[in-house]
């Protein structure tokens, strides 16, 4: 289909789709967990810190999987690791189900951790580089959209398997019970980036790097009006040598280019904001604050709709009012409402360690919450995966997008791993307090440091 603007709109939104798809299963992957960690508790008989590494063990895998993405992004192409993303979610799906012990099923997490990582670096790479300018950041917030319908669409289907089979460790189909059926769904979705992946070109970028001109022109053909003008830009903003992960540096030193030390300082913030308590520890925190485990789940399925309709906000605003001003208003109400929910923390007293909050503040509390969880969704959360992937010069795209998705595992993991020993060392309130300094330091960070992207093509990204 035509418009005025570009050749071929479906096409682009098409493969966007299909590439997106590699950030449902990251999110699906992530929430699958939820709902069967009570069953692997009784299935492996694993104490409290077994089952905090059950479900934490993802993240270690991640960490190599953005790198080895990065590096063989630059060697074998952008679908080729995004074929190999499949087979480790596959793996992962299919042994996290057969598992028989704590010890086998970490590996296979571990292993599914390596897709998630490979994904999170290279679908919002991928998008950025077949995605015209104007509409760019749309596009590439499809990937956050996707992660949030992932975490939502894991939390239903455990659901509905639980439901029918009466208990996530009921029997559900052919004699194996729900918790396994819960982790041998993932099949499916993965099964359809799969075939999608056939149907989906290769990056024109890369293949312009490979000097394969006329195939690179091919495809922008569909994405620009001016396909011919846009390889010679191409090639020229890669000076005639093939990408490596060595662009990363400055000439003859250790020391990585600015615009790489920006990319993983973003990374950091947008962990530090401390969503992933919300989303690993929601249970526990309401239950800490007074709801009842009953409405836990009606408290998953309230932030994950909050995440999803949030995300359509960042959709809609972020090629026109730009990316720097959505991470700097969601730093703004982030450090508002995480104070807010340190100062209501505050009013309450513990009770057998849960913390009795004054009438009415819990739902107060859970409100503002939820204010958080908005402020992060329709800002930080997307906006991250959009710069990451376009905000690198061509040369150092893969590589620099790869170090920061390592940078946000490994900041995920040490927010996720500490919570529970601040919990109980420092008490909901001041943890809460630190919370909230962190969104005022990367207010100062981007408001100085982060270059505005919007409109900008790739071939014009600087590397200061
Ligand atoms: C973040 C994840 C988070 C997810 C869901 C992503 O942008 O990188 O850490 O769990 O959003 O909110």
């Not at 999608?196 to 890369?206: A, N, Q, T, V």
């Not at 990316?323 to 057998?352: T, W």
């Not at 909901?428 to 960070?445: D, G, N, V």
């Amino acid at each position: 289909m035509k418009s005025k603007e570009f050749p071929n709109i479906v096409y682009i939104v098409v493969i966007t789709a299909i590439a997106a798809l590699g950030g449902f299963l990251f999110g699906y992957d992530f929430g699958v967990i939820n709902g069967t960690v009570k069953a692997l508790e009784l299935e492996f008989n694993s104490n409290a810190v077994g089952t905090g590494f059950n479900v934490a063990s993802i993240v270690l895998g991640c960490i190599p999987g953005a790198l080895y993405a990065g590096y063989f992004a630059d060697k074998f192409g952008r679908r080729a690791v995004m074929f190999s993303a499949c087979f480790f979610f596959a793996l992962s799906a299919w042994g996290s189900g057969i598992a028989s012990g704590s010890v086998e099923f970490v590996i296979y997490r571990i292993i599914g951790g390596i897709g998630v990582g490979a994904a999170s670096a290279i679908c919002p790479a991928y998008i950025c580089e077949i995605a015209p300018a104007k509409i760019r950041g749309a596009l590439a917030s499809a990937q956050q959209m996707a992660i949030v319908l992932g975490i939502f669409f894991a939390f239903l289907v455990n659901y509905l398997i639980a439901n029918f089979a009466g208990d996530p460790s009921g029997i559900f189909a052919f004699g194996f019970k729900a918790w396994q059926w819960m982790f041998w769904a993932e099949i499916a979705p993965t099964v359809a980036f799969f075939l999608g992946l056939f149907f989906i070109p290769e990056s024109p970028r890369f293949l312009a790097a490979l000097g394969r001109d006329e195939d690179a022109k091919n495809i922008l053909s569909k994405i620009y009006f001016n396909a011919d003008e846009e390889v010679v830009a191409i090639k020229k903003s890669l000076g005639g040598v093939r990408p490596s992960v060595k662009d990363i540096f400055k000439e003859n030193s250790f020391m990585p280019h600015g615009i790489i030390i920006v990319g993983v300082l973003l990374a950091i913030s947008q962990q530090f904001t401390g969503m992933n308590i919300i989303m690993n520890y929601g249970e526990v925190l309401w239950g800490a604050i007074g709801f009842d485990k009953n409405s836990a789940l009606l408290q998953n399925v309230i932030t994950g709709v909050v995440n999803v309709l949030s995300t359509i906000v960042a959709i809609l605003l972020i090629d026109k009012i730009g990316r720097k001003v959505l991470l700097l208003a969601g730093s703004f109400l982030m450090c508002l409402s995480l104070g807010a929910m340190g100062f209501i923390f505050s009013k309450g007293h513990l009770e057998n360690s849960t913390l009795i909050l004054p009438e009415g503040l819990g739902v107060t509390a859970f409100i503002i919450a939820m204010v958080f969880v908005f402020a992060f969704a329709a800002t930080w959360g997307p906006v991250l995966w959009v710069l990451l992937g376009e905000m690198f010069p061509n040369s150092m795209r893969a590589s620099g997008i790869a170090l920061s998705a390592a940078a946000v595992w490994a900041a995920n993991f040490a927010v996720v791993m500490t919570f529970p020993s601040m919990l109980e060392n420092m008490g909901l309130a001041q943890t809460y307090f630190l919370y909230a300094i962190f969104p005022m330091l990367s207010f100062i960070f981007v408001k100085f440091y982060v270059k505005e992207t919007k409109n900008l093509e790739l071939e014009n990204m600087k590397e200061d």
